[in-house]
């Protein structure tokens, strides 16, 4: 902590009362929709479609190569793979935890809670040895007067909470709320969508525990004793919703009648909400329908045109928001003139073979990609001569075209 007191020597870190701007009273402030229903991100993410999106989404980023790169005298950029950072942010984040599993956890908390924290490690000569990612509802945050932010972590289990300053916690928000210091998660901000999905989940369930038992009435001709009326609805009961395994034959005397006050149009109409709701989730997260297994209207074309949009709408915005939260929070200000954190996206779009040769071929016989920045990309080790271009043939420089005619002429 030396390096950083004598670089941000601004504020310390001490036990105290702080004012905070909680996450977790931020949300259970906003768990209750309209409909009286209760949201908060442990139920919401249970459902089927949004546990599908947060898979899609964290996984994908967490796979997807994170790397720091510096900038060189050319204009260019290399791997800075001699930098401690790198190796945190591409294979280990810390002892305990790999570089997959702690940026899976944060996308997963920015996705729930819109906030997602984790308390940096640095080294003796300022740069970043690990990351330890914190739970959500254990960060407290604060704004000074300065307009710095200032963190409180509670203890997960017993002892005293820490504070910390800025440069000691790297926090990534989804969506800035109004206080412009916490991120609204999109639970949060669509809680009457989840409400509704949560409703219909929780109706699904009640009619599988009834064996999709239609409601009813049973009616007879003659008015019966409170006694014999007790007794024909426990029969009932016992018959229909006790005894699974029965012949499901029942007979019924004394001109008793069975009427059902469910008809099937209305279960139709039940799934096909289901099926929008559904919609409506995939949509919240930014997600293609057929990535999470909505293939109602799926074709061939319209699933290859689907996957390229959730790498270029909704996995490239979120790589980039990580990308330059990192870039601020993990790099000192001298060290960001040099350095930047950037994710891979390459891999994403490496699906189709044909068009992606066709495309090296095009980048080739142009001339501004060598055999060995292809061979890169495609994991191949280089080859000798490899870094040279081609210059097509038919094109030359503007101008130099009419001034050899002149001195023909």
Not at 356 to 367: D, L, S, T, V
Request: charged content about 25%.
């Amino acid at each position: 902590m030396s390096f950083l007191s004598r670089l941000f020597g601004r504020e310390h870190r001490r036990d105290m009362t702080v004012g905070l701007s909680d996450p977790s009273l931020t949300t259970f402030l906003g768990q209750r929709s309209t409909g009286g229903t209760f949201v908060d991100a442990d139920r919401a993410s249970s459902l089927a479609v949004a546990n599908a999106c947060m898979s899609v989404i964290s996984q994908n980023l967490a796979a997807m190569p994170l790397n720091l790169y510096a900038r060189t005298e050319d204009g260019g950029r290399e791997l800075a793979t001699g930098h401690p950072l790198h190796e945190v942010l591409h294979d280990r984040f810390n002892e305990t935890m790999t570089a997959f599993e702690g940026r899976e956890f944060l996308v997963v908390s920015l996705l729930t809670h819109g906030n997602a924290f984790a308390r940096i490690e640095w080294n003796g000569r300022g740069q970043v040895d690990a990351l330890h990612p914190l739970h959500p509802r254990l960060v407290g945050v604060e704004r000074l007067e300065s307009g710095r932010l200032r963190y409180r972590v509670s203890p997960a289990r017993s002892g005293a909470s820490r504070t910390h300053v800025q440069e000691e916690i790297l926090h990534l928000r989804y969506r800035l709320d109004r206080d412009g210091v916490m991120g609204v998660s999109p639970i949060q901000h669509s809680r009457e969508t989840f409400a509704l999905a949560l409703t219909q989940q929780e109706q699904t369930a009640k009619q599988t525990t009834r064996a999709f038992r239609s409601r009813g009435v049973l009616s007879t001709p003659h008015t019966m004793s409170p006694e014999l009326r007790d007794r024909l609805l426990d029969s009932w009961r016992q018959k229909i919703e006790t005894e699974d395994d029965g012949s499901g034959l029942i007979l019924m005397d004394g001109g008793a009648d069975f009427k059902t006050m469910s008809p099937p149009a209305k279960d139709a109409e039940f799934l096909e909400s289901r099926k929008l709701t559904n919609m409506d989730v995939a949509r919240i997260f930014s997600v293609p329908p057929t990535v999470v297994g909505i293939t109602d209207n799926a074709t061939y074309s319209n699933v290859d045109g689907e996957s390229r949009a959730l790498v270029q709408r909704c996995l490239a915005p979120m790589a980039r928001r990580i990308e330059q939260a990192m870039t601020a929070a993990l790099l000192t200000a001298e060290g960001r003139r040099r350095y930047f954190v950037e994710h891979d996206l390459l891999g994403l779009l490496r699906g189709d073979q044909k068009a992606r040769f066709e495309a090296y071929r095009i980048a080739r016989e142009w001339g501004w990609m060598s055999p060995n920045e292809i061979r890169r990309l495609e994991n191949m080790r280089k080859i000798e001569g490899g870094d040279e271009y081609l210059s097509p043939l038919n094109m030359t420089r503007q101008g130099e075209q009419e001034g050899s005619n002149d001195g023909q002429s």
